[in-house]
């Protein structure tokens, strides 16, 4: 199990100045005080947020236990005041330009400097920049930002919108515990609660801010366009200026670009004729291919990147402005063509080749936005997507536009990323002054994200195409307008404002859409679920989860999944009471929002699984686990099928399935959720679980409804692996040994192969009535080594299979290398979802596994001794007495 640490924000009084721009960086501590004076003398953090300050200024508890979310609710609905004094030198005072720029303010302030206001915000994604030449002095001057309650705001904006007409929802479900409102701000839209988090509606400054002074200019974006010219990559460098209005710019621009073999130089000059206040840099240059590696998605190749310089000097060589990036070289597209059979295919193309897309949702790195910087959690979440095969997440737009360091790890580690802009599950309000900000938005997080080589689409908006045409929220009475609305913010604003600014990669107007074929019916589809054309989103609380047979076949999955408990142990650092950890108590129901959830989870796990009596002391244990094996089962399931389809199609034209994308990656506290790595960043069943089916070989099996079992192979690879060879052996649950085994010869190819089907008669078996029996998948290549993940599969349900209380043990520990450990483990008899878990960071080479013989060896990989994992690891499987 893996800790987070604490973000730890430095807490000095940051002052630097950088060249002859002069930048005085104002983070550090601040006063802080309640508008009305309630609340004094209290330390506040920038970069931060009031939630954090007020937990270490002992106002209030730890807001991640209990239920201290609505218990300091009270803070979101005062004002609050940041403020503090710094010295300005000569330095920087002899400037003609001076601004005061705050890289992300949440959300609403009037910003104050000595005494005179200079701006207001109300929205958290944008980047103010306040002209305050007017009012900084020599010497001393003192700062105050005075932030309203967001709660307040977004009931003023929402009653002044119904005088109209109500832009839908009007609220959350009750089992939210949240606020109301939130889609009439520009704010984090979860920060007001969602079906898997808790509302803090968070102020504060959670980025930089600082002032700067030039005479000349300030670079404050570059963005690269590169294009493939046949033996030479075309760069189309923009870099957008801040110029001195008092000034024409002149100077010289030099570009500095890093190769394999070598730095190439470009420069010019910029002799600018008209005083205007920003200015568009527009570069062309080519360099032949085989200067470059190219980047690839995680699987694919490694991940090189390039460093760019944009740096330029003033005329007079008195002032320097320096950009710097790192690019990957790589051609995205995303394939929408017309098939012969029905509708359109949906694919990613990474440099020509056709990219499976593997990987999951990604919700908030934090429900408080200062804390989402946090660079270890986020390097943590990223290579546990990158250690299970991932090569994609999405960004989903109920967060925010996660920070500059995310989307530079994901160039890194190969994580393409599917980015939302912030609209989700909701109407939203088209009037002039949404709209402009809105526009302010877009531009600015696509200049800043543009060059990152991992970003790999841009989407509109969340679910609000489907919220619109499948009524959620009653928008049918007066649909015409609602339409207006959603082409006038996400066509006509979003989209061309998205593309304006870039137009080097694909752009989605919703998700889940018809892609291509939306656009063609104006953007609004019949059915933005439709199988044949663009993406889906899929959940299903009714069915069972382990049937395959119930999922759609669809051209991309972009969100698919089930719910789950976090671990005992999680939930016992949201409270120390141990009448908490009951399914069914007051802390447990506050905790699960989203409505039946218990019993969706519970209908699930029944399907196929026999829970203990709801009484026995032993239920919430066997719930917490077994909810986890369901969750884990029926993902796998599902995704394998999604695998399945990858390259063929049904006789309606379903099928050519290219993008899995499980709901959802992470959490944002202890709770019931879709997550599969919980708060405290264990890997739930379902992580452990996505290493195999996200392999780049797999073996799997469609248990069709007939009981007709087609085994398929499917592989990533761009090389074949020839004369590999594929056993099957059956077993009773009650024996170890095999009662038939079958093996073939196959050559595995790229793609999604069917290479045996059998038909699962019991009789004709030899299945023990009582025991059932299970299937077991073994692919190995000519030098008999494992090319994929051995796998199952369980045609009948558990519940029904008399699996016995088998006794699993830890026989022994060994260190292998320093941070790599062995553990052989025996058992009695066949052990079904054996689990180990210990609290020590590090994570097991496999878990959650079918014991099919007595003696097995799992690794440990991690920072530990023999002893300290002797004595911290625990072993348990589905009929642990501990479940009876
Ligand atoms: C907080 O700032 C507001 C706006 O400037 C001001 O009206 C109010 O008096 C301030 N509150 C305190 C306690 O200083
Ligand atoms: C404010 O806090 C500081 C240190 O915490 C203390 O020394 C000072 O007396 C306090 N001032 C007031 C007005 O309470
Ligand atoms: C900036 O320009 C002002 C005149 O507008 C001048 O007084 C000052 O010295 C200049 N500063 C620098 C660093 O060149
Ligand atoms: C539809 O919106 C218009 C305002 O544009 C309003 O006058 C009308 O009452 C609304 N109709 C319904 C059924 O809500
Ligand atoms: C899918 O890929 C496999 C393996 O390369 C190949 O055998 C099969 O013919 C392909 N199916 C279709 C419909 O192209
Ligand atoms: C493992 O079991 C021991 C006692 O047997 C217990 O103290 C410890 O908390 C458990 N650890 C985990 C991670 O479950
Ligand atoms: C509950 O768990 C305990 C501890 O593992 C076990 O001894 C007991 O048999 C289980 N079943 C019941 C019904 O208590």
């Known amino acids: ?251 010289s621009l030099l570009i500095k670009l890093s190769t394999d073999f070598e730095t190439i130089e470009y420069m010019h000059e910029i002799n600018q004729k008209d005083k205007i206040q920003e200015f568009e840099d527009h570069r062309q240059f080519q360099i032949r291919k085989e200067k470059f590696t190219l980047w690839w998605p995680n699987g694919y190749g490694e991940q090189k990147l390039y460093k760019l310089k944009v740096q330029f000097v003033s005329s007079d060589n008195q002032e320097t402005t320096i950009k710097r990036l790192r690019v990957g070289i790589r051609k995205i597209e995303l394939v929408q063509e017309r098939l012969a059979e029905e509708g359109f295919n949906f694919f990613f193309k990474v440099n020509d080749i056709p990219i499976f897309a593997k990987g999951t949702n990604m919700i908030p790195i934090s429900i408080l936005p200062e804390l989402g910087q946090d660079i270890k959690k986020i390097r943590y979440l990223l290579q546990s997507c990158k250690d299970v095969h991932m090569n994609m997440i999405r960004i989903w737009g109920g967060g925010v536009y996660e920070s500059d360091e995310l989307y530079s790890v994901a160039d890194e580690m190969g994580i393409l990323i599917w980015q939302d802009f912030m609209f989700a599950c909701s109407m939203y309000p088209t009037n002039e002054e949404f709209l402009n900000t809105v526009k302010m938005e877009v531009q600015q997080q696509i200049r800043r994200l543009q060059h990152h080589a991992s970003i790999a689409i841009w989407a509109g908006n969340n679910e609000n195409e489907a919220a619109l045409v499948q009524n959620w929220y009653g928008t049918d009475a007066n649909f015409t307008l609602y339409k207006k609305d959603y082409i006038k913010l996400y066509v006509d604003t979003v989209r061309s404002v998205a593309l304006m600014n870039d137009d080097s990669r694909p752009f989605l107007v919703s998700s889940p859409t018809n892609g291509i074929k939306s656009e063609e019916s104006g953007f609004i589809a019949k059915n933005p679920q439709d199988q044949l054309n663009g993406d ?141 790595i919980d708060f405290y960043g264990n890997w739930k069943m379902l992580h452990y679980y996505a290493k195999d089916f996200f392999a780049p070989v797999i073996v799997t099996a469609h248990v069709l409804v007939n009981r007709e079992i087609n085994v398929y192979i499917i592989s990533d690879l761009l090389h074949p692996v020839y ?29 999604s192969q069917l290479v045996y089907s059998f038909w699962y008669d019991k009789s004709k078996l030899q299945c023990d009535a009582r025991t059932n029996c299970f299937i077991y998948f073994i692919l190995k290549n000519n030098k008999d080594e494992l090319i994929a993940p051995v796998n199952f599969v369980l045609p009948d349900a558990l519940k029904t299979s008399n699996i016995e209380h088998a006794n699993v043990r830890i026989r022994s520990i060994n260190q292998v290398t320093a941070e790599k450990f062995s553990i052989q483990i025996e058992t009695n008899a066949i052990a079904a979802f054996v689990w180990l878990q210990t609290d020590i960071q590090g994570s097991f080479s496999r878990n959650g596994f079918i014991m099919v013989d007595k003696i097995c060896e799992v690794f440990f990989i991690g920072s530990t001794t023999v002893h300290e994992l002797k004595t911290s690891i625990n072993i348990t499987h589905l009929k642990h007495l501990d479940y009876a």
């Not at 099957?728 to 085994?741: D, E, Q």
Request: charged share 20%; hydrophobic share 35%; net charge neutral.
């Open 1 to 251: 199990m893996v800790k987070f640490c604490a973000l730890i924000l430095n807490t000095l009084l940051q002052i630097s100045y950088i060249n002859s721009l002069q930048r005085l960086i104002l983070n550090g501590y601040w006063n802080l005080e309640d508008s009305n004076a309630k609340y004094t003398n209290l330390t506040g953090t920038i970069p931060g947020g009031i939630y954090t300050d007020l937990q270490n200024s002992n106002v209030i508890n730890n807001i991640f236990v209990g239920s201290n979310d609505v218990d300091t609710r009270w803070v979101s609905k005062l004002n609050w005041n940041y403020s503090r004094c710094f010295e300005v030198n000569e330095k920087l005072f002899y400037h003609d330009q001076i601004y005061l720029v705050f890289e992300g303010i949440d959300t609403f302030a009037e910003v104050l400097v000595n005494g005179q206001t200079v701006g207001t915000t109300n929205n958290m994604f944008v980047r103010y920049e306040f002209d305050v030449k007017d009012q900084i002095e020599f010497g001393k001057n003192c700062i105050l930002v005075h932030f309203k309650s967001p709660v307040e705001r977004a009931d003023f904006f929402a009653k002044r919108q119904d005088k109209y007409y109500s832009v839908l929802p009007k609220c959350v479900p009750n089992e939210y515990h949240g606020e109301c409102h939130v889609n009439h701000i520009r704010k984090m839209q979860a920060s007001f609660s969602w079906d898997w988090g808790p509302a803090f509606p968070s102020m504060g400054i959670w980025k930089m801010v600082y002032l700067e002074a030039y005479n000349h200019t300030i670079i404050k974006d570059v963005t690269v366009k590169i294009e493939d010219l046949g033996d030479k990559w075309m760069f189309n460098l923009k870099t957008y200026m801040q110029l001195n209005k008092l000034k024409c710019l002149s100077g």
């Open 536 to 676: 889906v989103h899929y959940y299903n609380y009714v069915m069972d989860g382990w049937d395959q047979n119930i999922y759609p076949v669809a051209r991309f999955v972009s969100e698919y999944g089930y719910q789950s408990m976090p671990f005992l142990e999680s939930l016992l650092k949201a409270t120390n009471d141990n009448t908490d950890i009951i399914i069914g108590s007051k802390f447990m129901e506050h905790r699960q929002h989203s409505p039946g959830g218990f019993a969706t989870m519970q209908t699930l796990i029944s399907k196929r699984l026999q829970l203990p009596d709801q009484n026995s002391a032993n239920f919430t244990k066997a719930f917490i686990f077994y909810s986890q094996i369901s969750q884990a089962m029926s993902i796998k399931i599902e995704t394998e099928y999604y695998r399945q389809w990858q390259n063929k199609t049904n006789s309606v034209g379903k099928g050519n399935t290219m993008g899995a994308l499980y709901w959802q990656l992470n959490d944002v506290w202890a709770a019931p959720s879709w997550s599969g």
């Open 723 to 751: 004369d590999a060879k594929l056993t099957m052996y059956t077993y009773n649950w009650n024996s170890f040994n095999p009662i038939a085994s079958v093996s073939r010869s196959v050559d595995v190819l790229h793609g």
